[in-house]
């Protein structure tokens, strides 16, 4: 088992992060409004992100990670930048990797496409082993410190959007 995903494990079971993930279905002809809703009360600092992804790209598979963090490596704790690490054990760390220098406090994805429909694969796992098999007009919402991977897409194309909001400002 990866050391990432043990971290995750371990952060599930700290701040009962399974107790805040929201799954919801959505209006197609609502979608924009939910968004529009989100982003635009300016009571965040948010970055929106549409995606499809399919067995032609690149990026065919997310290992374990959370959003906006690297798992890196060093031989000793770090000098410069300290406030872009979060140290997992003795020489491994999360380095966040975003103009925000901080990873979110939640995600929020909406599907936009049916699971062995449009697209083989592309199944999202949470550290614990929580499935979900991604349906047009599904949403989830979790805690932005949450581990997870997606599975390699083997057929089609999966379509996504992703608001990662990083602050809630008072």
Same mark, same amino acid.
């Given at each position: 088992?990866?050391?990432?995903?043990?971290?995750?494990?371990?952060?599930?079971?700290?701040?009962?992060?399974?107790?805040?993930?929201?799954?919801?279905?959505?209006?197609?002809?609502?979608? /924009?409004?939910?968004?529009? =809703?989100? &982003?635009?009360?300016?009571?965040? @600092? $948010?970055?929106? +992100? !549409?995606?499809?992804? %399919?067995?032609?790209?690149?990026?065919?598979?997310?290992?374990?990670?959370?959003?906006?963090?690297?798992?890196?490596?060093?031989?000793?704790?770090? /000098?410069?930048?300290?406030? =872009?690490? &979060?140290?997992?054990?003795?020489? @491994? $760390?999360?380095? +966040? !990797?975003?103009?925000? %220098?901080?990873?979110?406090?939640?995600?929020?994805?909406?599907?936009?496409?049916?699971?062995?429909?449009?697209?083989?694969?592309?199944?999202?796992?949470?550290?614990?082993?929580? =499935?979900?098999?991604?349906?047009?007009?599904?949403?989830?919402?979790?805690?932005?410190?949450?581990?997870?991977?997606?599975?390699?897409?083997?057929?089609?194309?999966?379509?996504?959007?992703?608001?990662?909001?990083?602050?809630?400002?008072?």
């Amino acid at each position: 088992m990866s050391k990432l995903k043990n971290f995750g494990i371990e952060m599930i079971n700290k701040y009962e992060l399974k107790n805040k993930r929201i799954i919801f279905n959505f209006e197609t002809s609502n979608y /924009i409004d939910i968004c529009e =809703k989100i &982003i635009n009360k300016k009571i965040i @600092k $948010y970055k929106m +992100i !549409n995606r499809v992804f %399919n067995n032609n790209t690149n990026l065919k598979e997310l290992k374990y990670h959370i959003d906006d963090c690297q798992l890196v490596t060093l031989k000793q704790t770090p /000098i410069f930048n300290q406030n =872009k690490y &979060i140290k997992i054990t003795s020489n @491994k $760390y999360l380095f +966040i !990797n975003n103009e925000m %220098n901080q990873i979110p406090l939640f995600t929020v994805i909406f599907y936009l496409s049916d699971y062995n429909i449009d697209f083989s694969g592309g199944i999202f796992i949470f550290a614990d082993g929580t =499935k979900i098999y991604p349906q047009k007009n599904l949403g989830i919402l979790f805690d932005g410190r949450e581990v997870h991977m997606v599975t390699p897409i083997t057929h089609g194309s999966r379509k996504s959007t992703i608001i990662k909001i990083y602050e809630i400002i008072k």
